[in-house]
């Protein structure tokens, strides 16, 4: 669901942080139209804005983890994690946790990939939430919640600042919810 459609019809945050994304054509490879959410990061008002909508959500919902996917995860996910007093469990790419971890394979929209996440970083009747920057075909996503519902932990909720509605990504996620803040840009050359 879009945040608009959740009490936020109207909200000026998400108009500016619709703005403060831009385009990249045909990256990583052509055909792609990569939203680059780093503006975000550029302007100290609209990040806030950012996680402030995100904390307003899952404040006082009994939230214990939030999980940052590789890369863009981890630029929200800690300073929600902080705000709602949960910990944060970074999710990364094959090869770059130390010590043990479990793994999950996935397809990309242009690729295949793997996320690992440490066999200690959740514990069972955890609630958690992962945070990416993008939902597309979500199998990112997807394999987040299988490594964390592994373990024991309950995904409650995926949250992402882009939803891409064509792709009809939230279909891989078992009927887990998806909070999206806005929706992709065009490319406007």
Do not use: W
Request: aromatic share 8%.
């Amino acid at each position: 669901m879009f945040a608009e459609e959740n009490g936020l019809r109207g909200d000026p945050r998400l108009r500016e942080i619709f703005e403060a994304i831009r385009v990249i054509p045909h990256f990583p490879k052509p055909g792609i139209m990569f939203q680059d959410i780093t503006p975000l990061f550029t302007n100290p008002q609209v990040f806030k804005h950012t996680v402030d909508i995100f904390v307003e959500r899952y404040r006082d919902k009994g939230i214990s983890v939030v999980a940052g996917v590789e890369a863009r995860g981890f630029m929200f996910g800690p300073s929600i994690a902080l705000a709602i007093g949960a910990k944060f469990v970074p999710l990364r790419k094959r090869g770059k946790l130390p010590g043990e971890v479990i793994s999950e394979y996935y397809d990309l929209e242009y690729g295949k990939d793997c996320l690992e996440m440490h066999i200690d970083a959740v514990e069972k009747g955890d609630k958690a939430v992962v945070v990416d920057d993008l939902i597309a075909t979500g199998g990112t996503l997807s394999a987040a919640i299988k490594l964390i519902e592994r373990m024991g932990a309950e995904v409650i909720e995926c949250a992402c600042v882009i939803g891409v509605p064509a792709a009809m990504g939230q279909k891989r996620l078992n009927g887990r919810p998806v909070y999206m803040l806005v929706e992709p840009k065009d490319f406007q050359g």
